[in-house]
């Protein structure tokens, strides 16, 4: 893609490559902005290992004879990938090579520590284990009514418990385990740890937790039901005063001043 805009010409390049190689290079096609970005880098290191978007700026000069353009200034992003058998292609971006090499490794450095199971989490120590927990697991369940619950009886039970691995204000990580065996894996994370995640292992068990916590939900009555002919003093008279001290039944106008 090429701009002419105050004597100044604009180039926007695509560099990719592998270790070794002599960099690909094609012109941008299309608008300039992060989500074409983005797709346009994940696209181009699908295989290969470096990426580099250049932007180039050229100044307009006269010469004799006519005119040519001249190099002033050249922006560049840099990216580069690699695969990880848990998590896919791995994509990190720098404002330099040297940047962008170490992310790349830092990355890499994250990615070598051990990944877990939930088997291998349920055979943590915890470091702290709730024997009261109903208030959080529920707002982990979404086929009860969290309002309507009971969650001192349910508590008093001690058939729930959550054993938490972290227990942070805006990062936790935790097991949720009924009548002694695992259930699930519970992590939140984020301002008030508003952003949650649930893994259920064991779809039997789960479904006799949730049976058996719907016991503890609050039965609820509607109230309120009249006939629409019923005389009754409570539908215009509370509060120490009733519907004629501020309205003309006759009239049906308010008796507040206009």
């Known amino acids: 893609m090429s701009v002419f805009s105050e004597a100044r010409l604009v180039a926007i390049t695509v560099h990719v490559w592998d270790k070794g190689e002599e960099p690909v290079v094609s012109p941008w096609d299309g608008d300039l902005h992060f989500d074409r970005i983005s797709a346009v880098v994940e696209e181009k290191l699908a295989t290969k290992e470096y990426c580099k978007l250049v932007k180039e700026y050229y100044e307009v000069v006269h010469v004799p ?25 791995m994509i990190v971006g720098g404002c330099s090579e040297e940047d962008v090499n ?44 969290f309002w309507d619950f009971d969650s001192r009886a349910c508590d008093a039970t001690k ?29 939140c994370h984020g301002k008030d740890c508003e952003e949650k995640d649930r ?52 009239k049906q106008v308010t008796r507040r001043p206009r």
């Not at 120590?125 to 009860?144: A, C, F, G, K, N």
């Not at 729930?160 to 695992?182: A, H, I, K, S």
């Open 199 to 250: 893994w259920i292992t064991n779809a039997n068990l789960y479904a006799a937790m949730i049976q058996w916590l719907a016991t503890f939900e609050e039965k609820t009555q509607v109230t309120g039901f009249i006939g629409a002919d019923m005389t009754l003093p409570a539908l215009t008279e509370f509060g120490g005063q009733s519907i004629h001290d501020f309205y003309d039944t006759e």
């Open 159 to 187: 058939r729930l418990q959550v054993r938490y691995l972290v227990y942070e204000n805006e990062w936790m990580l935790g097991t949720v385990w009924f009548d002694t065996f695992p259930v699930m894996v519970i992590a």
């Open 65 to 89: 004879g006519g005119a040519e353009s001249k190099k002033t200034d050249e922006l560049a992003l840099w990216y580069r990938a690699f695969t990880d058998p848990f998590r896919g292609r």
């Open 102 to 145: 170490k992310h790349f490794e830092e990355a890499k450095a994250r990615c070598a520590r051990k990944v877990f199971t939930a088997n291998e989490l349920y055979q943590l120590e915890p470091v702290y284990v709730d024997h009261e927990p109903s208030y959080t697991v529920m707002q982990y369940l979404t086929e009860l009514n």
